[in-house]
């Protein structure tokens, strides 16, 4: 992923030199679309999971319907959108936050490319191996912690080029780790054979982060606030959720 980045922004850059922005965009959708399309053929559904028994007690399985009528499923939902929030937010305006703020030259700036892509390719490594490790709602609290900090030093820090691409690189080490560990932590919460469904509508603040809040003041103030429903003690409405199996399970009537 990281020297794919690094590469293409060469190829980016000829690119728009020779054909132009609108070319550009369409020789790139031709390329995503084969590649789809190829991957695509190479797709099988996924066996059913048989459900499983905990102390004689059945793991349920939720239904979108179901996950839905649960509080805790918004709550994850409103932990994922702002984590897409602050990394697309800093993804999408990195290079001018340099130049405005961090004062840094033009090519210095567009360094911040290559320091994104590393960075989002160390959370998803860290935070995913992590997230073997221990709980996965602390690993999100991990991420979650790391980014406010990098988001309260775009507001607050005196930035210079070791400060900003600092600061990025925390958002885009969360940004890249949530959405790797988040698949399996829905899954935990509502089971693996509708985690599609449950995980493809929490999967929407992705396209609603990069829109909503367009401003890293008030990603930070997200930030605060979505760390009351992740780092929080166990009795509270996750943690009750989440820690107690019973909570999540049912007996087979």
Not at 96 to 115: E, M, R
Not at 159 to 175: D, E, P, S
Request: glycine letters at 8%.
């Amino acid at each position: 992923m990281v020297w794919v980045a690094w590469v293409s922004k060469f190829i980016d850059t000829q690119l728009l030199e020779t054909v132009g922005l609108e070319k550009t965009f369409v020789i790139w959708g031709a390329i995503a679309l084969v590649m789809i399309v190829f991957g695509a053929t190479l797709m099988k559904d996924a066996p059913k999971q048989e459900v499983k028994t905990s102390n004689g007690v059945v793991e349920k399985d939720y239904t979108l319907a179901e996950s839905m009528r649960k509080p805790q499923y918004w709550m994850l939902a409103v932990m994922f959108l702002t984590a897409c929030m602050s990394g697309l937010y800093v993804i999408g305006v990195a290079k001018d936050i340099a130049q405005s703020l961090a004062h840094l030259d033009v090519v210095s700036a567009a360094n911040a490319v290559t320091v994104i892509s590393i960075a989002n390719l160390s959370g998803r490594l860290v935070l995913g191996i992590l997230s073997d490790k221990i709980a996965r709602i602390r690993v999100i609290t991990i991420g979650q912690v790391i980014s406010l900090v990098g988001m309260a030093a775009l507001l607050f820090a005196p930035l210079n080029a070791v400060t900003f691409f600092a600061a990025i690189a925390c958002v885009a080490f969360n940004f890249g780790g949530t959405i790797t560990v988040f698949p399996s932590l829905v899954s935990e919460f509502f089971g693996l054979n509708n985690l599609a469904k449950n995980y493809g509508v929490i999967y929407l603040g992705f396209g609603i982060g990069s829109i909503l809040w367009f401003d890293y003041r008030l990603t930070v103030w997200r930030l605060l606030c979505d760390l009351l429903c992740d780092f929080r003690p166990a009795d509270s409405v996750i943690g009750a959720f989440y820690d107690n199996s019973s909570a999540r399970a049912e007996s087979i009537a």
